[in-house]
């Protein structure tokens, strides 16, 4: 049987542990032999931070979905000119859902093609390429466009606005229960001090 050679990955051997990491180790190592409870962690001020900033973030996104639509439904229900539109193309986005749906129309200016507007962060499924399809324009901006049917009747909640409304609240009761945590550890704690 041959030999096996011996590699530089045979003779490695970890780093020695800090000193500060050694006395933390025996610290432990003491509390949990004597059956002392071992004090509460304390949350951390950049985590109730980063909480708070990406609550505010799923705000902002939340915000970013939703009010852009809701103008646009007011805007096309006040001025907007309905009118039969060609469908040019309509592929799927990288979900499976609709992505970026052409349409061309006859405007104020001459014939139209530009893409169907998102509402809520969606567009109409199951539009073909060479079908028509009730629209209706802003004839101030032709390019803002939308189907008749979504119009008519828009989505209530999509999957972009419905994310964005649960993390919401989410990441901001976890800042609130944290920072209230924090304050409660970091005052039992003084009080134990001065005792």
Request: charged fraction near 25%; proline fraction near 10%; aromatic fraction near 4%.
């Amino acid at each position: 049987m041959a030999k096996r050679k011996k590699t530089s990955r045979d003779d490695w051997t970890p780093p020695p542990r800090s000193a500060e990491r050694r006395a933390l180790d025996r610290h432990l190592r003491l509390l949990r032999a004597g059956g002392a409870r071992l004090p509460p962690v304390v949350p951390q001020r950049r985590l109730i931070l980063t909480l708070s900033v990406m609550a505010l973030g799923a705000c902002a996104a939340f915000l970013v979905f939703w009010l852009p639509s809701r103008s646009l439904v007011d805007d096309l229900r006040s001025r907007g000119v309905s009118v039969a539109a060609e469908v040019t193309a309509a592929p799927k986005n990288r979900y499976g859902g609709a992505g970026d749906v052409k349409v061309r129309f006859a405007g104020p200016g001459g014939e139209v093609e530009t893409v169907l507007s998102d509402l809520g962060g969606m567009r109409p499924d199951g539009l073909l390429p060479g079908s028509a399809v009730p629209v209706t324009y802003d004839p101030r901006e032709p390019t803002r466009v939308l189907t008749t049917r979504w119009l008519d009747h828009p989505p209530v909640m999509t999957p972009p606005v419905l994310v964005t409304l649960v993390f919401t609240p989410l990441l901001l009761g976890g800042a609130v229960l944290l920072t209230v945590r924090r304050r409660t550890l970091l005052q039992r704690g003084a009080r134990t001090a001065v005792a």
